[in-house]
T-cell receptor
Framework: SAVISQKPSRDICQRGTSLTIQCQVD?????MFWYRQQPGQSLTLIAT?????????ESGFVIDKFPISRPNLTFSTLTVSNMSPEDSSIYLC??????????FGPGTRLTVL | RKEVEQDPGPFNVPEGATVAFNCTYS??????FFWYRQDCRKEPKLLMS???SGNEDGRFTAQLNRASQYISLLIRDSKLSDSATYLC????????????FGRGTSLIVHP
């Protein structure tokens, strides 16, 4: 199994600002994903982070709002841009191994005032 | 219709009870299936994969019915520590296989 860390674990931000969340994996993985989980809801996939190319975004999510970097096979960042209170959520990164099993980071709890 | 659907519950059962959850999926081009467990304020963690032939892990049994496009999770002899949200995950083929989560089923096991 993969061990994943995320930074920061939580943050409180002012509206209009941006926050970059980092995700570090202890091994090289091909598939890495970013999810959002709002209170009482299930996980919503934001995008697949592709190494060396632009991320693949799901319907309802755009690069200008959620730019993603994936410079190598062990690291990715998600930026939440021009934040509003509606962006308050838990943001999770995950990786998928060769058996399609996913492993999640501990999440970043974001509150936008 | 959502791609992966679950009854959100909550299921409120006494210790020792047997409880079953179902999850339906709409895309027949689905490759792999999982049950995850999520405790309050924690990230989801893999409970078990679901194989075509069905599989069992202690008190937990998972089954897949491709013809009817659903998977199930059976928990026998429920423990207080089983209280959590159980998430159904289906890897759906859309070019590549994308993991898609159900909204989760809440289980509360009481003394």
């Amino acid at each position: 199994s993969a061990v994943i860390s995320q930074k920061p674990s939580r943050d409180i931000c002012q509206r209009g600002t941006s926050l970059t969340i980092q995700c570090q994996v202890d091994s090289q993985v091909t598939m890495m994903f970013w999810y959002r989980q709002q209170p009482g809801q299930s996980l919503t996939l934001i995008a697949t982070a592709n190494q060396g190319s632009e991320a693949t975004y799901e319907s309802g999510f755009v690069i200008d709002k959620f730019p993603i970097s994936r410079p190598n096979l062990t690291f990715s960042t998600l930026t939440v841009s021009n934040m509003s209170p509606e962006d308050s959520s838990i943001y999770l990164c995950s990786v998928q191994d060769s058996t399609d099993t996913q492993y999640f980071g501990p999440g970043t709890r974001l509150t936008v005032l | 219709r959502k791609e992966v659907e679950q009854d959100p519950g909550p299921f409120n059962v006494p210790e020792g009870a047997t409880v079953a959850f179902n999850c339906t999926y709409s895309n027949s081009a689905s490759q792999s299936f999982f049950w995850y467990r999520q405790d309050c304020r924690k990230e989801p963690k893999l409970l078990m994969s679901v194989y075509s032939s069905g599989n069992e892990d202690g008190r937990f049994t998972a089954q897949l019915n491709r013809a009817s496009q659903y998977i199930s999770l059976l928990i026998r002899d429920s423990k207080l520590s089983d209280s959590a949200t159980y998430l159904c995950v289906v890897n759906i083929g859309r070019g590549s296989y994308i993991p898609t989560f159900g909204r989760g089923t809440s289980l509360i096991v009481h003394p």
